[in-house]
């Protein structure tokens, strides 16, 4: 019912935006937060997305806010609410649109709760990165200069800057995870998803107890000099229509004043998913690690950070990394089996135990107290070249 709404009120927006004009509906694009779309108006290559009550699909087939004709309603109204999340960001976008050197997917136009981009077309990161593993370090390094121009002199001053909140690492992970309603959430996953029931006690037993020693560490993840952030940056997030040489197009922002190890935290740990999810030969994994390992390090050291900032930035990294991990692997794992997951979550769900068992490994890690991290750090890699050892390519 929510699907055909949202294609039909994706039809209904672009006619009114494109009177007279040829609108087709194309292929839906599999989203967990947003339905997502493909439509051609005049034969233009448009990407439609609606959002229900800025709440993700995930939670809204769980009936987080009541059922079908209880969300309809409410609808109504969200749609022209000033906070809107598709409102923020078309704004959003149009901001960044309009920063020196930064380069976004135009807005086509919005209208009644849908937005409206021209379609970018061109590889992701991911696509990149396996293509040249041994370029990993590089383009990672590429992608975060790219977002220089976002953080001090370009935006005019003063600029009113609306914000995605919802979309913060440490936000999300503490929405979900908190108290007896997170203790109920972690106790269904994967209800739907994972079939062997001594698998799924696995699963979660792992992610409770990484749950717990994340959450004891949390106020490790707050910045200590917030910059204005991408907020939401994933490889699926950056294109690039001009190859591997040419600059990254950033999709869906989530902007937010964080800190800029929130957008690496979490560019690596979906990088890392994808890797997975990516038949690869092992090898080549190695060699994206390798980058990996480089580009953070040399994160780490910049801007000319003295040692016991580094260990607070690489201890940030591994926090933030690993609860985005768990915040993107059980809304995977809650996601009912009617909607269609994007990659590389069809691929991840079976592997959920060895996933589960990195976040535990990474998280013991960080109660290892007074062991510096760049002496840790290591051994957080270690751990996922384990885990990409034994899950990718002809190994798996
Ligand atoms: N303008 C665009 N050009 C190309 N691909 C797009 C565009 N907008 C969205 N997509 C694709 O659709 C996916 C989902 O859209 P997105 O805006 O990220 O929605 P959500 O808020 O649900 O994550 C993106 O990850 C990307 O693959
Ligand atoms: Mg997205």
Known sequence: MLFADAAARIEASARELWPGRTVRLGARIPSVTCYVQNIDVDGRGLVAKVSYLGVSI????????????????????????????????????????????????????????VLFTGRVLGPTLTDLLIAAPEHSAELLGRVTRSLQPLRFPALPRGAAVPQTPERGIRAVFVRKMRGAAGQLYLRRLGEERIRDGQEREQVRLLLVASVERLMRHRALSQPRCPALIHGDLKPEHLLFPEGADGAPVFLDPGLQYGGECADIAKLLSRTLLHLLATPYPPEAAERALAGIDVFVRAQARTPARAAGAQDLWLRRLVIMWLMDTVNITSSYLSAPAALPLPAPAPD?????????????????????????????????????????????????
């Open 58 to 113: 995930v939670s809204l087939l769980r009936g987080a806010r009541g059922d079908w004709p209880a969300v309809r309603a409410a609808q109504a109204d969200y749609v022209t609410a000033p906070g809107a999340l598709v409102g923020r960001e078309a704004a959003q976008l149009r901001l960044m649109e309009k920063v020196p050197g930064l380069a976004v997917c135009p807005v086509a136009g919005a209208r009644n709760g």
């Open 348 to 396: 991840l769900v079976g592997r959920a135990l060895a996933l589960a068992a990195l976040v535990d490994r990474g998280s013991a890690l960080l109660d290892a107290d007074r062991t510096p991290m760049p002496r840790l750090w290591p051994r957080f890699l270690d751990a996922v070249r384990v885990l990409v050892r034994g899950e990718t390519g002809a190994a798996r």
